[in-house]
Nanobody, 125 residues
Framework: QVTLVESGGGLVHAGDSLRLSCAAS????????MSWFRQAPGKEREFVAGLSWNGINSAYAEPVKGRFTISRDNAKKTMYLQMNHLRPEDTAVYYC??????????????????WGQGTQVTVSS
């Protein structure tokens, strides 16, 4: 069984930066595609960014391109999301997810096997 735990969320001002972390335990982290999703109040959960098991292939949602950077450290079984130039519309609960089949960064949440509990990011204007 794989457990994912997010951390690093908080309340910041527009223009600030945050770095989220997702620590994994159990399973074989280095084989998994890892992604970040987010869910804003009243909205559906959406794909934010994803990274292949070897860190070579990445994908980003249009609203975060150029501002967010996804990375991973397989030795530490941890994934990161560096978020710069935050905007109020980035306010959401951020979830990390693992695809144990190692597909090339799927954007559909139904293809992910494991999910964290989420961390709240609030950006004030």
């Amino acid at each position: 069984q794989v457990t994912l735990v997010e951390s690093g969320g908080g309340l910041v001002h527009a223009g600030d930066s945050l770095r989220l972390s997702c620590a994994a335990s159990g399973g074989t982290f280095s084989y998994y595609t890892m992604s970040w999703f987010r869910q804003a109040p009243g909205k559906e959960r959406e794909f934010v960014a994803g990274l292949s098991w070897n860190g070579i292939n990445s994908a980003y949602a249009e609203p975060v391109k150029g501002r967010f950077t996804i990375s991973r450290d397989n030795a530490k079984k941890t994934m990161y999301l560096q978020m710069n130039h935050l905007r109020p519309e980035d306010t959401a609960v951020y979830y990390c997810a693992a695809d144990s089949r190692g597909r090339v960064v799927p954007r559909m949440e139904g293809l992910y096997d494991y999910w964290g509990q989420g961390t709240q990011v609030t950006v004030s204007s």
